[in-house]
């Protein structure tokens, strides 16, 4: 029966593998991605007239249409240039052509050739028509106007925030009395933008759509999913919103919409994410339009990019509003409410992946490198399921010392029918043994069982740590969240699952046997393309799961009958 169970836990992990690698939500997804310059909608649909304002489009560059005369400009710039500004944390690049963003570079976390990771894609290299913080109008020709216009600002070509907070202002106005500004305040520290804008045309106050993207631009989440060097679990950049202690995610390509009052909306990829926070008291109704698109490559070879773009417009204009566009770390995103941590997605162990991440982070506190910190706390959970699986192993050691009973009670039945009464006999022979011999067959099923969730949770929690991304380890693996580039971690962890399963008190069914014996060659083909901080977990796992079975065989050896 102990046997069952560990097949069916081995099994359990190879669905999920699986799962991950070959049905979760991939940037190779059935559904139709929607090119550059397509709109926002559904194919042979028009595009939506919904009374909440204008809907989000990826609209193409602008083109060379004959346009109406100029109107003259009253406020605003002669040319184009970029204001940045630093902080502890980033370097946002704004760029005065339509008061947007330009880039939004994070220092401490950097791309495959070793930069500071720049999570605005180059829009000569993506669209230039839809930036962040693009403005949306019910005219398309006043939406063009104002995102192509060069804004006036006071401030200087750099502007230094790391101290205390910094606020940016843009301002344009033409002759005909239609007049936009923009500010844009950055903290010291954090990921947290806050924004206000304010369109009007004479007395009229305007309602602009906001829109952000495209995004995101981290490249693990961009690769193609199948190379082994790439994490085969990674997401692609994808809608959200959160709604009653919820989020929902849109993983399909095509373009859609909600409206209602969520605590916060935009899109996410697997470490980073771009949302607008509708917190506080000033939390208002808005509509939150999304799509998602391909770029072609830059290179031949090169993948695709695979970015989203969402746009939000609020019933009221509100007098300012707040983005935050950083990692999935969960104490930044806890610190600005406990909702947000929803972000990482955990799954439906994130009761325990979360305790888990917060002792991981405890141990590399007094460790200091993120490798050595999971050999530590899987040595500790290891050490906390000692006993559990000590009982466990000492069940199978008494069901594999009755085995040559159980064979001889099951050979002066083989000819009976499972329907025939005489089983029933069998049966309570098999019962008088296990009480005659003290062994209760569940007694090896509940403690493995047990240690079930801690092994689910610590797979969740790991491949979504945005901690272990970029973090090297020893050697060869400069990265825990990719694969193991020469594939030696693997290789170790199929050995140890080959030797555990030799260990391991054997099943008298010969089809289980070979069975469990095929798994550590599935796994180890599974685990090439899994991030190296998972397969050390398994590794040591195993290890530990060796040596304990060592310790029992020690301590309590098989009879001679038993063993032969």
């Known amino acids: 029966m102990e046997r069952r169970v560990l097949l069916a836990i081995s099994l359990s992990f190879l669905v999920l593998f699986a799962y991950q690698t070959y049905f979760a939500p991939k940037p190779s997804s059935p559904a139709p991605d929607v090119p550059v310059g397509a709109p926002a909608t559904l194919p042979g649909q028009a595009p939506p007239a919904a009374p909440g304002g204008p809907a989000l489009a990826v609209q193409p560059a602008p083109t060379a249409t004959p346009q109406p005369p100029p109107v003259a400009v009253v406020v605003g710039d002669r040319a184009e240039r970029d204001i940045t500004v630093e902080t502890g944390t980033l370097r946002a690049v704004f760029t005065n052509r339509g008061a947007r963003l330009k880039s939004w570079v994070l220092k401490n976390y950097r791309n495959d050739a070793g930069e500071p990771l720049n999570l605005v894609p180059d829009p000569d290299n993506v669209n230039d028509a839809l930036q962040p913080f693009s403005l949306r109008f019910d005219d398309a020709g006043l939406t063009s106007r104002v995102n192509g216009a060069l804004f006036g600002s006071p401030a200087p070509a750099t502007v230094d925030a790391t101290g205390s907070p910094a606020t940016i202002s843009f301002e344009w106005q033409d002759a005909e009395g239609m007049r936009v ?34 995004g995101l631009g981290d490249d693990i989440a961009n690769a193609p999913p199948g190379k082994f ?15 009653n202690n919820s989020v929902t995610r849109f993983t399909a390509s095509a373009p859609g919409n909600a409206e209602g009052s969520f605590l916060y909306a935009g899109m996410d990829d697997h470490y980073f994410t771009a949302l607008i926070l509708n917190i506080g008291p000033q939390a208002s109704p808005f509509r939150f339009d999304h799509t998602s698109f391909v770029v072609p490559p830059k ?13 939000v417009h609020f019933d009221t204009p509100p007098p300012s509003m707040r983005f935050y566009v950083g990692p999935k770390a969960f104490d930044q995103l806890r610190a600005i409410d406990t909702e947000m941590v929803r972000v990482i ?12 991440l917060g002792a991981l982070k405890w141990v590399h506190g007094y460790v200091g490198n993120w490798g050595w910190s999971i050999v530590a706390i899987t040595l500790l959970i290891n050490l906390v399921m000692f006993p559990l699986r000590q009982r466990s192993v000492s069940s199978m050691r008494k069901m594999q010392e009755i085995q040559p009973q159980m064979k001889a009670i099951q050979a002066r039945y083989a000819n009976f029918k499972i329907t025939d009464p005489q089983r029933q006999k069998m049966n309570e022979e098999v019962m008088a043994l296990y009480k005659e011999k003290g062994v209760n067959p569940a007694s090896g099923c509940v403690p493995m069982l047990l240690t079930f969730p801690f092994l689910f949770a610590f797979y969740a929690m790991l491949s979504q740590a945005i901690e272990i991304r970029g973090a090297d380890f020893v050697g060869w693996i400069t990265d825990l969240s990719r694969p193991d580039p020469l594939f030696i971690t693997p290789v170790l962890m199929g050995a140890t699952m080959f030797w555990q399963q030799r260990l391991t008190p054997t099943s008298a069914d010969p089809v289980q046997q070979r069975v469990m ?15 190296s901080g998972l397969v050390i ?4 796992s195993n290890l530990w799961a060796i040596g304990q079975q060592y310790l029992t065989n020690t301590m309590a050896p098989l009879p001679a009958k038993a063993k032969s």
């Open 181 to 214: 500004t923009k500010a844009f305040t950055l903290q010291p520290d954090g990921f947290v933008v806050e924004v206000a804008i304010s369109a009007t045309r004479g007395t009229e106050v305007l309602n602009p759509g906001i829109d952000w993207g495209p």
């Open 229 to 243: 060097l790439r994490p085969s679990y990674s997401t692609p950049a994808q809608a959200l919103l959160h709604q």
């Open 299 to 311: 290179s031949e070879g090169a993948p695709p990019g695979r970015y989203a773009a969402f746009g």
């Open 345 to 356: 997605n955990f799954g439906i162990f994130s009761w325990l992946a979360v305790p888990l």
């Open 517 to 531: 014996m095929v798994m550590p060659i599935m796994f180890t083909f599974m685990f090439l393309s899994y991030p």
């Open 537 to 540: 977990y398994w590794t040591i």
